[in-house]
């Protein structure tokens, strides 16, 4: 059984670019859930992808938006970065939304410049 | 909205002894689960221990106990025997149980604490 795999593990950009992080998630899971964690902080729910559908945001602006494929892996996209968006960012997976079990990646480090 | 407190940033212990680390949460709600969640250097987040609000019985996993006061909303892990891979940051989380999916099913973190076990 695989694990909850991110890439890349760390990124640089600057600001107003665009960036795509990726995810795949634990097999036999169809849900993902993307969080950031902002240093020294714990992380905060952006939103949940179920079979392709977003389901579920958390008070992130449109700026951040994702996608889920027919093999549940996941990509989240952030357009016009900013600084603040300098965080770690973790994906986590789960055999359904109701997520009683999240098994969670080692995360994609993001710093914005 | 659902907040959750962890009021010790850092903690310390020696190797072999106890520890506890305190979290308090606030909601309106009767029904939802507690965890306590393990991020070492790896950055991954473990799941050390989970708590049904509707269990009366504090939950156990080996060395790792929690103490559920659920008219006091507060929710602490206790490591017994600790050990150096205990070091970690750990993370107090809620969730919500109110069924299928949306936002209700994501979890609410606290800031986290810093564990250091000395040898």
């Known amino acids: 059984e695989t694990g909850v795999t991110q890439s890349p593990t760390h990124l640089i950009k600057t600001r107003g670019q665009q960036v795509t992080l990726r995810c795949s998630s634990q097999?036999?899971?169809?849900?993902v859930s993307w969080y950031q964690q902002a240093l020294g902080q714990g992380p905060q729910f952006i939103f949940q992808?179920?079979?392709?559908?977003?389901?579920g945001r958390g008070n992130f602006p449109p700026r951040f938006s994702g996608l889920q494929f027919p093999n549940y892996s996941s990509e989240l996209n952030v357009n016009a970065l900013e600084l603040d968006d300098s965080a770690l960012y973790l994906c986590?997976?789960?055999?359904?939304?109701?997520?009683?079990?999240?098994?969670f990646g080692s995360g994609t480090q993001l710093s914005v410049l | 909205a659902q907040t959750v407190t962890q009021s010790q940033p850092e903690m310390s212990v020696q190797e072999a002894e106890t520890v506890t680390l305190s979290c308090t949460y606030d909601?309106?709600?009767?029904?939802?689960?507690l965890f306590w969640y393990k991020q070492p250097p790896s950055r991954q987040m473990i799941l050390v221990i989970r708590?049904?609000?509707?269990?009366?019985q504090n939950a156990t996993e080996n060395r790792f106990s929690v103490n559920f006061q659920k008219a006091a909303k507060s929710f602490s892990l206790k490591i017994s025997d600790s050990q150096l891979g205990d070091a970690a940051m750990y993370f107090c989380?809620?969730?919500?149980?109110?069924?299928?999916?949306?936002?209700?099913?994501?979890?609410?973190f606290g800031k986290g604490t810093k564990l250091s076990v000395k040898p």
């Open positions: 909601t309106s709600e009767s029904d939802y689960y």
């Open positions: 097999s036999g899971h169809n849900t």
């Open positions: 992808y179920y079979r392709e559908e977003e389901n």
């Open positions: 986590a997976s789960s055999r359904d939304p109701t997520n009683e079990k999240l098994f």
């Open positions: 989380a809620y969730r919500s149980d109110l069924g299928y999916g949306g936002s209700q099913g994501n979890l609410i």
């Open positions: 708590q049904e609000a509707y269990k009366q």
